[in-house]
């Protein structure tokens, strides 16, 4: 007879866990199934966050980071290192061990709240009475019984049409990961959050980096004010970004990959370089899910069909994550999975996308919530701006790094803050506060009334709400 559970997740990425742990901290039965191995073919829950996206990208950051500040930033603080050296392979190293330290929380965070973990892939068999039963396939094959489903699988990268990833010269955000020397010219498609962090990356390694977009704007998501400072500082940097190109035909052979293109001007152009890093977007993964079975409502990408809270055309089968709408985000998927346990409750799970915030974890770093100034100006909302430069910023000053601003905007008539827009050090750090005060609809004023500790980089947010009343007191 099949195991029976109140509650069973398929995927145990950022949606999927945190799913199961709260669903099993209110009471139920849980099991949680995710097919994810790591080197030596054991479990490694986490899914693209964990294994191949947010983790082990911040990993490699953070080294060469530390390698470009010994490189040309230690002497200013009078520290001699002579000539400095990168060991690729360790550096991995390192990234692997963070990866499985983090994989391994999420076994121990399922055994603390007694969460069943199956190590396979989950898939629908059928509807029984009462609810699902699900197929799990991995080195033992079994069928559990699920009475609510929350189904997280998450996504994929996508591919050129035509130009398949080989992880060898066609790099994903995976191969991306784990390139194992230093390549003399690097080449990247796409200029969103995987293309500037691992261009950012092998460029502070030592690789001249192209990156190829085909819009016409830098980072059209964000503030523009902010993206034109993000810019200004790769440019600096040395990172080459072409903008509004037509991607052509890409080759790839022994020696490298060649890259067709016409530029913004309407030249054609070609691109050689050693490895080619696609990073156009992802899809979501619902391939091998089986939602056919049962009836599970797809829409054109893909994509699982949800309502506003989560609930698929199906009755007790539920979805969140990258497989649903919304911004592909592991912290957005980590709420939809709190809100869906606790509906499963009879609770009211809340999520609001008006305050979700995004970080692009570059140099300078970039974050931001709510309404750009582009967009406030396009839905005709009368609001005020208020901007101050790190450069103003006496903690920016000791760290070295005054790249970059805050930027407030509130609404003309009642100072609500509508937005907050952050270029420069710390600014995934820094974002929080203004998560908070947006969540609790905090005017600016009050963040300008508000003791921020000096020195601080927190002290630019307040400076900025001044600036919206023109009133700084640094700048």
Known sequence: MSQAFDVVVIGAGPGGYIAAIRAAQLGFK??????????TGGPAPGGTCTNVGCIPSKALLQSSEHFEHAQHHFADHGIGTGKVTMDVARMLGRKDTVVKQNNDGILYLFKK???TFFHGRGSFVKAVEGGYEIQVSGAKEEVITGRQIVVATGSNARALPGVPFDEVNVLSNDGALRIAAVPK????????????????VWRRLGADVTILEGMPTFLGAVDEQIAKEARKAFDK??????LGVKVGEV????????VAYTNAKGEAQTLEADKLIVSIGRVPNTTGLNAEAVGL?????????????CRTSLRGVWAVGDVVRGPMLAHKAEEEGVAVAERIAGQHGHVNFNTIPWVIYTSPEIAWVGRTEQ????????YKAGTFPF?????????????????????????????????????SELIAEAVVAMEFRASAEDIARICHAHPSLSEATKEAALAVDKRTLNF
């Open 113 to 115: 709240n007694k969460v």
């Open 375 to 382: 967009q406030l100006k396009a839905d005709g909302v009368a």
């Open 251 to 258: 080759k790839s052979t022994k020696k490298g990959v060649s």
């Open 297 to 309: 409502q797809l829409d054109e990408r893909g994509a699982i069909v949800v309502d506003d809270e």
């Open 185 to 200: 010219k690097l080449a990247l498609i796409g200029s969103g959050v995987i293309g500037l962090e691992m261009g950012s």
């Open 237 to 242: 940097q040395g990172l080459k970004i072409e």
């Open 391 to 427: 450069l103003a910023n006496g903690r920016a000053r000791a760290l070295g790094d005054t790249t970059g601003m805050v930027k407030f905007l509130a609404d003309a008539a009642t100072d609500e803050i509508l937005g907050v827009h952050i270029v420069g050090p710390m600014a």
């Open 30 to 39: 849980v099991a949680c199934i995710d097919e994810w191995k790591n080197a």
